[in-house]
Each structure stands twice: as structure tokens, then as C-alpha cells.
């Protein structure tokens, strides 16, 4: 399969299209892997991440570690240093007040934009007007 860059997300896909990735997608991933699972590591996220979309996107230390520094600085997320499972010093992160609220909102836009494309990929020429 081929592998893509998506922003700074490395996708590997069956077609040979380069399909491109919404602003902020990564962060919406971030902040509800961090709503359904607590608090994580940076690398834990990214694991999850991984595997939560089939394998299909790749992240990275240069592309994951920069987005955690800015949801933290906006105070969607939170962090404390912790032992990781292999009892290794690790910044945990959590979701806030904050991060929770921007969740729902984004989770709305997020269905409500994939509602609207749905429309275009039903309708058929002989429902129109």
C-alpha cells in the first residue's frame, strides 16, 4: 500500500489518491482517545490512535508532542509527570474542563459536516428539483 502524508500524519492507503485531512482532525482524535481512555502518555495516544483507525494512520513524536504542547497551552488538556508501564518516567495527559467542552462542540461540527457529504454521495439526479 502506499503511504501518504496528510499535514504531518503519515497515512497508508490502497488507492493512489492523496486525499487531504481537515484542520484539526488530529486534535478531535487526541482529545476523545483522551475522554474514552484518561489520562495517557504521549505515546500511548499515538499507539491508540494507530489502532483505533486500523492501522491506517502513523504517527510521530515531530507531529504528536507539538499539538499535546498546544492543547495543553489552550487548557484543553493537562499533564503530570507519572511512571509509564515499563515504570519509565512519562508526562501523562488529560482532558480538562475545557478540552471536554471543545470536544462536544467539535464532535457536533464533526457530524454535522459528515451529514451534509452524506447528502451528496444519496442523492441522484432524478430527486432533484
Same mark, same amino acid.
Given at each position: 500500500?502506499? @503511504?501518504? /502524508?496528510l499535514? *504531518? @500524519? !503519515? %497515512?497508508e /492507503?490502497?488507492?493512489?489518491?492523496?486525499?487531504? %485531512?481537515l484542520?484539526g482532525?488530529?486534535a478531535?482524535? %487526541?482529545? #476523545?482517545?483522551?475522554? %474514552? /481512555?484518561?489520562?495517557?502518555?504521549? &505515546?500511548?495516544?499515538?499507539?491508540?490512535i494507530?489502532?483505533i483507525?486500523?492501522?491506517?494512520?502513523? =504517527?510521530?513524536? +515531530?507531529?504528536? &508532542?507539538?499539538? =499535546?504542547?498546544k492543547?495543553? !497551552?489552550e +487548557?484543553?488538556i493537562?499533564?503530570?509527570?507519572?511512571?509509564?508501564? !515499563? *515504570?519509565?518516567?512519562?508526562?501523562f &495527559?488529560r482532558l480538562?474542563?475545557?478540552?471536554? #467542552?471543545? =470536544?462536544?462542540?467539535e464532535?457536533r461540527?464533526? #457530524?454535522?459536516?459528515?451529514?451534509i457529504?452524506?447528502?451528496?454521495?444519496e442523492? #441522484?439526479?432524478?430527486? =432533484?428539483p
Amino acid at each position: 500500500m502506499p @503511504l501518504f /502524508l496528510l499535514g *504531518n @500524519l !503519515n %497515512v497508508e /492507503l490502497p488507492m493512489k489518491e492523496k486525499p487531504d %485531512v481537515l484542520q484539526g482532525t488530529l486534535a478531535l482524535m %487526541v482529545l #476523545k482517545t483522551l475522554d %474514552v /481512555l484518561g489520562p495517557q502518555h504521549g &505515546y500511548g495516544i499515538a499507539r491508540r490512535i494507530e489502532q483505533i483507525s486500523g492501522d491506517i494512520l502513523a =504517527l510521530n513524536q +515531530g507531529t504528536l &508532542y507539538p499539538l =499535546l504542547l498546544k492543547l495543553e !497551552n489552550e +487548557g484543553s488538556i493537562a499533564s503530570q509527570w507519572g511512571a509509564s508501564e !515499563n *515504570n519509565r518516567r512519562a508526562r501523562f &495527559y488529560r482532558l480538562t474542563a475545557t478540552g471536554r #467542552k471543545q =470536544l462536544q462542540a467539535e464532535t457536533r461540527d464533526w #457530524k454535522q459536516t459528515a451529514a451534509i457529504i452524506a447528502r451528496f454521495f444519496e442523492v #441522484k439526479a432524478e430527486d =432533484l428539483p
